[in-house]
């Protein structure tokens, strides 16, 4: 297919309005690939011979595969790490030399900034026509300079595949030279797509959703199958040949594949109010303050070597980067697996540090090794989608948990208690709000952020924020109460006091005290010990386990919600009221009012 033809079809996709009509734009342009003939010399046949072509071989993609990637905007699929690896600089001085002698980078980055997009600043050039290293082919645009020139599809791939191989001293001026080269050959509109595509900013209005749709219309399967193929490869390319070379079974069995990345399921922010009312009952973890990693792990064979890649959210190998990750998988894991998980940053007694310090090594390509004696990472994971030959996207959160922990234990089953699994993120199901609270407590105290609520039921959806996954949302405001009573515990906890009643200030002048509710979570015991020797001494009265309290002392609380409520005698009542510190700094009279809390209410 000519380049030309890519982008006038391109052009008529980004006029179009209406979503279903675009459906339809791409669903042709992806037909039209298949009437192509063959004469684009580089492995003739390709286009025509369905099912023939070898671009299992990465480097040969047939013209399908290419514009099924262009059209989103991408070169390479989206799990290669592979990029062109070039600044907007270049791709200016790409511009400005094949736009005439006189055009100078300042040029174009001048009405880049009057103009404001790339594509369109390119397409503002009279292009082509000028000497130089990297115009080969002999190549000019076509005489009205608009119209179509020969440079074809996958003319346009592979000097952009050999410009992103280009590496090491002098590539920079080898890449403007190569860009130079395709730049010099253009008409006005396919410079615009051009300029578009090599700086990432293709925005032509084809989401996932469109692609999914063309490729089940071009090709008659189905729009799901076609969805789930795309998650478990991650290439929109590999999945349109597959569906027109081989249908609805070439589509059922791509699998996942180690080594290849997918995309991370994300989280959105919630409460455990709304987790308890979806699901009943929550899987709740620690949630880790560091970075997504996704490993992958496939023990040497007859046929192949170790293979062992750590990859970021954004399907970045940063493998090198993190040696301890990839001393973790030799030595714990023994069977192809994929996980997923964080990669954290700990000091010299295990307890994590801040996000800021993994960052210090998460990109890293350079002194490694120094950056290591100065920042330690250990990984942790919270789910398993492959092991030992099975997907697991489709099995519920659980059944993925027991096999990772499976997959962690290294064949022992019995010894270690979980927590000693090293690597290993604990997962309880819980439908209790204080236990899950109490969770909460234990993973701050850790040192973690927090906790996050999984329904335990829930398949793995690579790339969605769905509801599956909540990450507990911070609590958007706090209150500071005065503590006006406590209840003594029982058990284990006799010796303490819990359950603390909360006040806040009411009245004109804000000197008297109306409760609106008790806070018994979000504390440990170690806590409880030290808030009961502070507490004691201001007690007034004790009736059983309940106890009257001296307003002296002042809690800050987080709560879900704040309720209207007959229990309280301020008529109102905290939601999931969990306690957060002592505000030693704050006086009685410094604490929250009543009128406060109506207006958080709203
Ligand atoms: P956020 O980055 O705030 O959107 O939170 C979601 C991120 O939390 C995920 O992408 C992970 O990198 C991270 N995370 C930490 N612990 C967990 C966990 N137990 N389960 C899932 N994600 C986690």
């Known amino acids: ?56 071989d990465l480097d040969t993609p047939d013209t399908l595969e290419i514009v099924a990637r262009f059209v989103q905007g991408r070169v390479f699929p989206a799990w290669q790490s592979r990029t062109l690896d070039i600044g907007p600089s270049t791709c200016y001085e790409a511009i400005a030399r094949a736009a005439g002698t006189n055009v100078r980078t300042d040029d174009v980055e001048a009405r880049l900034a009057d103009i404001g997009e790339i594509g369109e600043v390119a397409a503002s050039y009279d292009l082509g026509g000028q000497q130089g290293l990297g115009a080969f ?13 020969d440079l074809t599809v996958r003319e346009v791939y592979e000097t952009l595949s050999e410009l992103a191989a280009a590496e090491g001293a002098g590539s920079q001026d080898r890449k403007v030279d190569l860009l130079f080269g395709l730049v010099n050959r253009c008409s006005s509109e396919e410079a615009r797509y051009l300029a578009r595509l090599v700086l990432s900013e293709m925005r032509i209005g084809v989401g996932e959703g469109t692609v999914r749709d063309a490729i089940a219309e071009a090709f008659d399967v189905p729009g799901g199958e076609v969805e789930r193929a795309l998650q478990v490869s991650n290439d929109y390319g590999q999945v349109a040949r597959v569906a027109r070379d081989d249908g609805l079974e070439g589509l059922t069995q791509l699998d996942l594949a180690v080594g290849r990345p997918v995309q991370a399921m994300l989280a959105q922010a919630g409460t455990v109010t709304d987790a ?28 192949a070597s170790e293979t062992i890649g750590v990859f970021s959210r954004n399907m970045e190998d940063v493998t090198d980067a993190l040696p301890e990750v990839v001393e973790f998988a030799e030595e714990t894991l023994e069977n192809p697996v994929i996980l997923d998980g964080e990669v954290v940053a700990i000091d010299d007694d295990g307890t994590p540090l801040p996000f800021q310090e993994v960052l210090k090594r998460f990109r890293r390509k350079h002194d490694v090794e120094k950056a290591r004696e100065d920042v330690t990472v250990r990984p942790v994971f919270f789910d398993c989608l492959h092991a030992d030959g099975d997907d697991l996207l489709e099995e519920p959160l659980t059944t993925r948990h027991d096999r990772l922990e499976a997959v962690l234990r290294d064949g022992d089953e019995q010894s270690r208690s979980p927590e ?23 993973a701050l105290e850790g040192g973690h952020e927090g906790i996050m609520l999984k329904n335990p039921e829930s398949t793995y959806s690579p790339g969605r924020r769905g509801k599956h996954w909540r990450k507990r949302k911070p609590d958007v405001e706090t209150l500071d109460c005065v503590v006006t009573g406590a209840e003594w515990g029982e058990g284990r906890r006799a010796t303490f006091l819990g359950t603390f009643e909360l006040s806040v200030l009411a009245g004109e002048a804000g000197d008297e005290l109306e409760t609106v509710g008790k806070v018994a979570t979000g504390i440990t015991d170690e806590k409880l010990e030290e808030l009961t020797a502070l507490l004691e001494p201001y007690i007034t009265v004790e009736e059983g386990q309940e106890v009257s309290l001296e307003p002296e002392v002042v809690f800050e609380v987080g709560y879900e919600e704040i309720q209207t409520s007959p229990t309280y005698s301020s008529g109102y ?18 604490a929250d009012s009543l009128e406060r809390l109506e207006r958080l209410r709203g």
């Open 420 to 442: 000693n699994v090293d690597g290993l993120s604990l997962l309880w199901r819980s439908d209790d709000p204080e236990e899950i609270e109490s969770i909460d407590a234990e």
């Open 573 to 590: 009542a905290l939601r999931f009221p969990r306690f957060v510190g002592v505000r030693s700094d704050k006086e009685t009279a410094d």
């Open 137 to 149: 082919g002999g190549g000019s645009s076509s005489d009205d300079g608009t119209d179509g020139t």
């Open 276 to 303: 308890l009312e979806e699901w009943e009952c929550a899987a709740v973890e620690w949630k880790y303050d560091g970075a997504r990693i996704q490993l992958h792990y496939e023990p040497d064979s007859d046929d």
């Open 1 to 56: 297919m000519e380049f030309a033809t890519f982008a006038q079809r391109v052009a008529a996709i980004e006029a179009e309005p209406a979503d279903l009509e675009i459906v339809t734009l791409v669903t042709e342009l992806f037909e039209e690939t298949l009437e192509t003939p063959s004469l684009e010399g580089v492995n003739p046949g390709s286009d025509a011979g369905h099912g023939t072509d070898s671009s299992d």
